[in-house]
């Protein structure tokens, strides 16, 4: 199928590729439809010219829409496809929600916005480093985003934390989790710069935002 691409598409398929995939509300505002049907039609369209895949990883999840091929070399990026870990996946939607969460509160445009995999990519072959879930850019500020759901050990957890802490101007931590929440509390004492937001204020604030 010859599709036309527009500028919304570059966009979508940008988004795709930096959080390695993305469900349909979350392209609906990142790219700026103004519906879930104008979305939808446009995601099929993308699909069915062979620039995006689409498929269920998990039952009780949404369709998780994935660059092919052809959309990589359309992008000009890394040709090999995207490995989608499953026992990720709900971590990786929340990241794509907090994503939303920020673009839409500041106004932050894709090109201020790096994710973690941007980040591995720049550091090349080697050791693997610790990066936060994503990075903003906003006001010459590097502000670090960490997406915690699942209790770390208190040492690893104070590493990635001063990590941040000497990297990037400010870190913002969000989690549902009353021991993540608690234990990072006490590390505010120790490191300046770190706010902590609940999750639940994350996905309250984009529901309204996918109908």
Known sequence: MCVELVNKDIYILRWVWKFRFCLGRHIKVLVGFGGVRATDRRLKTLVDGGYLARKKYLYSMPYLYTLTHKGRVLLGVN????????DRINHDI???ETVVFYVVKNNVSIDNIVSEKELHIKDGFGARKHHP???ILLSNKKYAVEIELNPKNKERLEKNIRDNYLNFDKQIWVSDNNKVLELIQKFKNEYSGIEIIHLEEVLNYVRERYS
């Open 79 to 86: 040709k090999r496809e995207d490995i989608i870990r499953v």
């Open 133 to 135: 879930d994503f990075v």
């Open 94 to 96: 929340h990241v794509l």
